[in-house]
């Protein structure tokens, strides 16, 4: 004799025949078919809705996906991920909140689903994120305009060959760039009227933050002074200056700069008017929609305002303290202190210097309030 094979369906058929024969008690089936009385009155109730087909096996996947992301907010997430490829979920979110506030967004997660899923997200080495080094510098900044930071983005040469050097400046507090602006070199002549631009546009700041490169610092000049950088003293800015080779003390300049290079040099534009146009269009969107993640995700115009210090027309003539020496520097960068002409910086030519003697025979040279040199009286030397 051979065993018979029966299928679910048949079992559970066989059941419910059993089941309305009245011979036997539910109880009684149930461990006969070695299934639970739930189970039983789901079968019996199944087959006298919809017959014997209610007795097939059915889907476990619930009736209704509370996280199923709905059309119209999918394709809003999507366009606006096209039109900024850089965005990551929580920008693209934050640039949407507040512009579509009746709607039910996801959580950032599902959207960055929702990216890898349409192939919009570049699989790549995870970035590790590093612990500050112990030394380096802390930057005293509370406020818009109370430090700015500027350098040059890494050259490149456009379509038709031509370089480009992209001077940026941004607000340190707020992150807003200030200036972005496609210029042919590093030289100050070039720089010195984007800078008077700015000054006009958005007041003066305390204080300026470069790195160690033309034309903000001299590397062989005394404290590496250069013409940029004495007027910005005449002005009442301080420059400051990151350690030589540590471009992380300047990290939050250095991420704009990724963010720029991703966003506008790839491919690089024709020419650099184009490459500037494009500039023009990436400034201002980054100014005025991206969301800014150091800032709580709100764009950084929404944190900066204008300086309250106006550019003058004229450079304030220097006021020293009645006890310095007040020495004006030649064209050719030296001045008097008798009985001989000591050579200082051809980047102090024309301005006023005071000297105070804080030691016997040891003079500190200012420009303005900045301590630029120190001379020794008895050797006649300039102490760099």
Same mark, same amino acid.
């Not at 024969?21 to 079968?43: A, H, Q």
């Not at 999918?74 to 693209?92: D, I, Q, S």
């Not at 934050?94 to 599902?110: F, G, I, M, Q, T």
């Given at each position: 004799?051979?065993?018979?094979?029966?299928?679910?369906?048949?079992?559970?058929?066989?059941?419910?025949?059993?089941?309305?024969?009245?011979?036997?008690?539910?109880?009684?089936?149930?461990?006969?078919?070695?299934?639970?009385?739930?189970?039983?009155?789901?079968? /019996?109730? $199944?087959? *006298?809705?919809?017959? @014997?087909? =209610?007795?097939?096996? %059915?889907? &476990?996947? #619930?009736?209704?996906?509370?996280?199923?992301?709905?059309?119209?907010?999918?394709?809003?997430?999507?366009?606006?991920?096209?039109?900024?490829?850089?965005?990551?979920?929580?920008?693209?979110?934050?640039?949407?909140?507040?512009?579509?506030?009746?709607?039910?967004?996801?959580?950032?997660?599902?959207?960055?689903? /929702?990216? $890898?899923? *349409?192939?919009?997200? @570049?699989? =790549?080495?995870?970035? %590790?994120? &590093?612990? #500050?080094?112990?030394?380096?510098?802390?930057?005293?900044?509370?406020?818009?305009?109370?430090?700015?930071?500027?350098?040059?983005?890494?050259?490149?040469?456009?379509?038709?060959?031509?370089?480009?050097?992209?001077?940026?400046?941004?607000?340190?507090?707020?992150?807003?760039?200030?200036?972005?602006?496609?210029?042919?070199?590093?030289?100050?002549?070039?720089?010195?009227?984007?800078?008077?631009?700015?000054? &006009?546009?958005?007041?003066?700041?305390?204080?300026?933050?470069?790195?160690?490169?033309?034309?903000?610092?001299?590397?062989?000049?005394?404290?590496?002074?250069?013409?940029?950088?004495?007027?910005?003293?005449?002005?009442?800015?301080?420059?400051?200056?990151?350690?030589?080779?540590?471009?992380?003390?300047?990290?939050?300049?250095?991420?704009?700069?990724?963010?720029?290079?991703?966003?506008?040099?790839?491919?690089?534009?024709?020419?650099?008017?184009?490459?500037?146009?494009?500039?023009?269009?990436?400034?201002?969107?980054?100014?005025?929609?991206?969301?800014?993640?150091?800032?709580?995700?709100?764009?950084?115009?929404?944190?900066?305002?204008?300086?309250?210090?106006?550019?003058?027309?004229?450079?304030?003539?220097?006021?020293?303290?009645?006890?310095?020496?007040?020495?004006?520097?030649?064209?050719?960068?030296?001045?008097?202190?008798?009985?001989?002409?000591?050579?200082?910086?051809?980047?102090?030519?024309?301005?006023?210097?005071?000297?105070?003697?804080?030691?016997?025979?040891?003079?500190?040279?200012?420009?303005?309030?900045?301590?630029?040199?120190?001379?020794?009286?008895?050797?006649?030397?300039?102490?760099?």
């Amino acid at each position: 004799m051979t065993w018979r094979e029966t299928s679910p369906m048949e079992e559970r058929i066989r059941f419910v025949k059993n089941c309305r024969s009245g011979l036997y008690e539910m109880s009684e089936l149930c461990d006969r078919y070695g299934i639970s009385r739930k189970t039983g009155y789901k079968w /019996l109730h $199944r087959f *006298e809705a919809e017959g @014997a087909g =209610g007795l097939a096996d %059915r889907s &476990r996947a #619930p009736l209704h996906c509370t996280h199923r992301m709905a059309d119209a907010v999918r394709e809003a997430l999507l366009e606006v991920r096209r039109r900024h490829p850089t965005w990551g979920p929580r920008k693209l979110l934050a640039w949407l909140e507040p512009r579509r506030p009746k709607v039910d967004w996801p959580a950032a997660s599902s959207v960055g689903e /929702l990216l $890898r899923r *349409e192939g919009l997200v @570049a699989e =790549g080495r995870r970035r %590790r994120r &590093r612990e #500050p080094h112990p030394g380096r510098p802390q930057l005293s900044a509370s406020a818009p305009n109370d430090l700015w930071t500027a350098d040059f983005k890494g050259q490149f040469r456009t379509r038709d060959w031509d370089w480009c050097y992209p001077l940026t400046v941004l607000d340190h507090v707020s992150r807003n760039c200030l200036g972005l602006q496609a210029l042919d070199g590093t030289d100050g002549d070039g720089v010195h009227p984007v800078f008077e631009r700015l000054f &006009r546009e958005a007041g003066l700041p305390l204080a300026i933050l470069t790195d160690n490169g033309p034309p903000f610092v001299a590397p062989r000049g005394l404290h590496g002074l250069t013409k940029l950088s004495v007027w910005w003293i005449r002005l009442g800015i301080r420059p400051l200056r990151t350690e030589p080779a540590s471009p992380e003390q300047n990290g939050a300049h250095e991420r704009f700069h990724r963010t720029l290079k991703a966003e506008t040099g790839q491919p690089v534009a024709g020419n650099r008017i184009a490459q500037q146009r494009r500039f023009n269009r990436f400034r201002s969107i980054y100014n005025h929609e991206r969301p800014h993640e150091a800032l709580g995700q709100v764009p950084p115009a929404s944190r900066w305002s204008a300086s309250p210090r106006a550019y003058p027309e004229l450079l304030p003539i220097p006021d020293y303290p009645a006890r310095y020496l007040k020495r004006l520097v030649s064209s050719a960068g030296t001045f008097f202190f008798s009985p001989q002409l000591t050579y200082l910086t051809s980047a102090l030519a024309g301005q006023w210097v005071g000297l105070d003697e804080i030691d016997d025979g040891i003079w500190s040279v200012y420009l303005c309030t900045e301590e630029v040199a120190r001379y020794d009286e008895r050797t006649k030397q300039i102490q760099r």
